[in-house]
């Protein structure tokens, strides 16, 4: 089996404070949020072994504040330009990279939701800011038709 962890990047500064929606960092509260998503998914014994990331400044600061929760260097976080501002086809191609591994992918809205919906057969609709769904797909390809099992689901509100 292959974990797929799925997480949306915690909640971001207003987008009419930027210039460069790229650039928009998290706030407090975003920080506070993912440190509990991530202090739950190593609760319930969910522990990615590579993190992969959007370079957005909201993920990255996300994908930083999950290494750190466990105990992954951040200088090995992943960046692929492509999760930021691309399409869902780039997501499921990411989402093959390191076979073998359980992966936590930092991404945006509407990617990981349209992701959710698809692999929950539409069970999970909607994904706020922080929140982290855990899938199993069998070994091989995972593409838009996979079936995964569904582990863990964190909603946050």
């Known amino acids: 089996m292959q974990t797929r962890i799925l997480m949306r990047h915690g909640k971001a500064a207003d987008g009419m404070q930027y210039t460069d929606d790229f650039e928009r960092p998290l706030e407090p509260r975003g920080k506070t949020e993912v440190l509990e998503s991530a202090k ?6 969910i522990i990615p072994d590579v993190i992969l990331s959007s370079p957005a400044c909201r993920a990255a600061s ?61 069970g999970v609709i909607g994904c706020p800011t922080s929140s982290a769904i855990v899938f199993e ?13 569904t582990i863990f689901v964190n909603l946050r509100k």
């Open 40 to 45: 739950t998914l190593r609760q319930e014994g």
């Open 137 to 149: 797909f069998p070994e091989g390809e995972i593409t838009l038709k996979s079936s995964p099992k």
């Open 62 to 122: 996300t994908a930083r504040i999950v290494a750190e929760v466990f105990g992954i260097d951040p200088s090995l976080i992943v960046y692929h330009a492509p999760l930021y501002m691309s399409d869902i086809e780039v997501y499921v191609f990411i989402l093959n990279l390191f076979k073998g591994k359980s992966v936590l992918l930092v991404g945006h809205n509407p990617f990981i939701e349209e992701l959710a919906a698809i692999y929950t057969n539409h």
